[in-house]
């Protein structure tokens, strides 16, 4: 009896997240190798010319990852070229979600015209790294003398349900602080979305 009742407050402890917090702001990130929809691999450290990364936790299943799809794709559009590309991961596992699949995945990427990589999280060992919890689930990236700093972790933006009526830009507005050489100014908020499995 008290090893069952010891075992279920280490699983309530890990639930809440006490043993895997994942990255706060100012922590360097490790490096991963993930594969993507077009079978190569791919690391934050191809990205040779990049100032940093837009890394987003997504799926292909959950309503508030799709209402994001288009507007991951604007990022990306406006930002690559100024150094900071979009990168999604998918962390689900396609067991629970057949539909979050690796060919799942080939699908929606083209389907979604998707201008970034869209990687398999397999073994789900990135995302509780990174401390992600939600699809979508974003990290704000900089490159610095010291490593890939952690600079803002959150939504994408505060409006998920119409593009049209956000008011705050969480992930726009810390890539142009950056880009600026300015600190951001609001670091962490609370994602929004469907809770990873």
């Not at 190798?33 to 079978?39: T, Y």
């Not at 691999?41 to 010319?49: A, E, H, N, Q, W």
């Not at 010291?146 to 939504?155: E, F, P």
């Amino acid at each position: 009896m008290k090893k069952i009742i010891l075992l279920t407050g280490v699983l309530i402890l890990m639930c809440s997240g006490i043993f895997a917090q994942g990255y706060q702001i100012g922590d360097t990130v490790t490096d991963f190798r993930l594969k993507n929809v077009d079978d190569t691999f791919v690391s934050l450290g191809d990205y040779k010319d990049a100032k940093g990364f837009i890394v987003v936790f997504t799926c292909n299943h959950c309503p508030y990852a799709q209402a994001y799809q288009e507007r991951l794709v604007a990022l990306d559009s406006k930002y690559k070229e100024k150094g900071y590309p979009v990168i999604a991961i998918s962390p689900n596992s396609p067991i629970i979600y057949p539909a979050d699949s690796f060919d799942e995945m080939k699908k929606r990427h083209k389907e979604a015209g998707f201008t970034f990589p869209y990687l398999f999280d397999d073994g789900q060992k990135v995302y509780p790294t990174f401390g992600a919890t939600k699809t979508p689930h974003a990290f704000v990236l900089e490159k610095t003398s010291n490593g890939t700093v952690v600079r803002y972790i959150g939504a994408i933006d505060d409006n998920y349900e119409d593009a049209s009526a956000v008011k705050k830009t969480y992930i726009a507005d810390a890539v142009d602080a950056l880009l600026a050489g300015q600190p951001v100014a609001v670091t962490t908020t609370k994602a929004i979305g469907c809770g990873i499995k």
